[in-house]
DNA sequence: TTGTAGGCGTTATCAA
DNA sequence: TTGATAACGCCTACAA
């Protein structure tokens, strides 16, 4: 029964009622509900992986947003070891079958069309930490030009100059702003940006590689740091570094960016821009359930929430130059 | 349409439906079919916390699994900071509402009233990782007696006879069956167990407590070695150790259980068990998928799988004793 | 083979 | 205010 109208009955009767339903086993049948009034009380969340680490903060976070309001998420993992299905159509078309109220939107790259069709099929959308390429979609990201300041402002103020970027792809947004942050950053304090590698996806092997290719050219760049836009890239160069034989953060400082779980603990403890995952997943939830509730054309709003960098022992004031 | 029967119908006039509908936005309404035919497509999961780095690689497999049959997860995270309200049974209820068609059970302890309950309606419910205390429901889980065994033979064959154990809940079918496991590979040893604690959960924090229980009496008991039951106890167990000053694995040599993600990475790269967390959420979906399916009664099995020891460099032979 | 009627459980509408 | 009734969209069973 309706919360609100409880207190029009009898208290009594309304035990009574509620003792009989309980013995005969009654539920309320959500099928029915949802039927009829065209509410299914979920919503379609798109993440890459559960897998890698910086999502199972935001879905937590999702879903305590959700739970508040009694609504569930269908969740899709759509990066599959097979890509010649594309899993994220795939997904949206059963989502939408299952009638999804809105969907947030974790996987966004910079020239999505389906995020564009979704759209234009009148679908409620909130994209999380990434955005699309337009900008006409409501989103909660983090201040990624900020982070990366942080790391440069970190990095300057041990004493380094010469800083190496360790890009994300520039297909997603955050690879993108990260580096133009980065560059922003760097111009700011009056230094030539001598190196910067992009890797190709987020991941440990991709940073690995790029940090190779950072080092080959190392004679001539002479970097002291690096600042890698992701953790996972971080954590590859870390690898890529120890091979090369040299020492961190006494050769090379290295900086990683979202503070994933367990960071502190890898050797060395890695020094990393704190991304507020859990509140970027909460806030998009709850938009999406404020969109839901207005009529259709309120404004929608984009959220920026403020990174903060964490220090650790991968940084250190760079070694003498022997001049 | 139903796949199988499209080729009774023309190839041509099929494509002009199809494109019809699409034209027309037509979008089968899971939500009546799910009322009229009892069944809602969905399988509620309940775990502790998603943000526990053992629960993604589980999750992944149970969505995969799923997936296959058009099914999805819907997900409760059933410890709260808040443990006045029961999330469980809250979560349950929610579930039943949308009419999962079944369970899977990710957070049992040994002695839960809810489970018991929830199989007396009549719910299929298939466990994982953890079985319930009496052993009557279907579960997926790890071979926790050979994981510790594992541990013990690699560390006696380094030489260390003095052995601690790092125990888990003993509320969680895990603690216990590890520290039974434990005991049982130091008696096939012939090594009498001098020194054991019990962590209150397993949490870092838990585990650093635990581990400085164990060294408060470590003149008396000099043991070499610690097998956790859990590496976020190895990992809170490793920082005790450092605070104390004692080197791992030089003075101490530590091993873990669940090869968490990243724990490659930590210092120093732990030894640890491993389970096979995807293929348990894959299994445990499976075998509820194939419990739809079946006439009620069907047999119902329980899988162990096969964990495996994974040699890293928190182990070593034990230092020279001076005598 | 094709078509049609009734029901799934809930909600909303419209009369009484 | 209360109570009966149609409708939500799909599925199945039965009739044509």
């Not at 305590?64 to 309001?69: F, G, I, P, W």
């Not at 890509?83 to 159509?89: E, F, R, Y």
């Not at 020239?111 to 337009?134: C, E, F, K, M, P």
């Not at 989103?139 to 970190?154: C, F, Q």
Request: avoid cysteine; aromatic fraction near 4%; charged fraction near 20%.
């Amino acid at each position: 029964m309706d919360a609100q109208r409880r207190h029009l009955v009898a208290t009594e009767l309304l035990q009574r009622i509620e003792t009989a339903a309980r013995e005969l086993g009654y539920r309320p049948n959500h099928a029915a509900s949802a039927l009829s009034r065209g509410r299914s009380k979920t919503v379609g969340v798109l993440l890459p992986d559960i897998t890698n680490p910086v999502f199972p903060p935001i879905l937590r976070g999702i879903e305590d947003a959700l739970d508040e309001e009694g609504y569930f998420a269908l969740l899709a993992n759509t990066s599959r070891p097979d890509p010649s299905v594309d899993a994220t159509q795939v997904a949206i078309e059963r989502m939408q079958a299952q009638r999804v109220e809105g969907f947030l939107v974790a996987t966004a790259t910079r020239d999505d069309a389906w995020l564009d069709s979704l759209r234009q099929s009148g679908a409620h959308i909130v994209l999380i930490n990434r955005t699309d390429g337009r900008g006409h979609l409501p989103a909660v990201i983090s201040d990624d030009m900020l982070g990366m300041r942080l790391a440069v402002d970190h990095l300057v103020a041990l004493g380094h100059t010469r800083i190496a970027h360790l890009a994300g792809p520039e297909t997603l947004s955050t690879g993108l702003a990260r580096r133009l942050g980065f560059e922003q950053a760097m111009r700011e304090h009056g230094l030539t940006i001598k190196t910067m590698a992009v890797a190709e996806a987020y991941a440990v092997d991709a940073g690995e590689t790029a940090m190779q290719a950072l080092l080959a050219k190392r004679s001539k760049t002479q970097f002291t740091a690096v600042v890698a836009a992701n953790d996972l890239l971080a954590l590859g160069g870390l690898q890529a570094l120890q091979q090369a034989g040299l020492a961190v953060p006494q050769a090379i400082s290295v900086i990683g960016h979202n503070d994933m779980p367990l960071l502190d603990q890898v050797n060395p403890p890695l020094t990393s821009v704190r991304i507020q995952h859990y509140e970027m997943g909460f806030r998009a939830a709850r938009l999406l359930m404020e969109a839901l509730r207005e009529r259709p054309g309120s404004q929608e709003a984009t959220v920026v929430l403020r990174p903060q960098l964490v220090v650790r022992a991968s940084t250190a004031a760079p070694m003498k130059l022997k001049v």
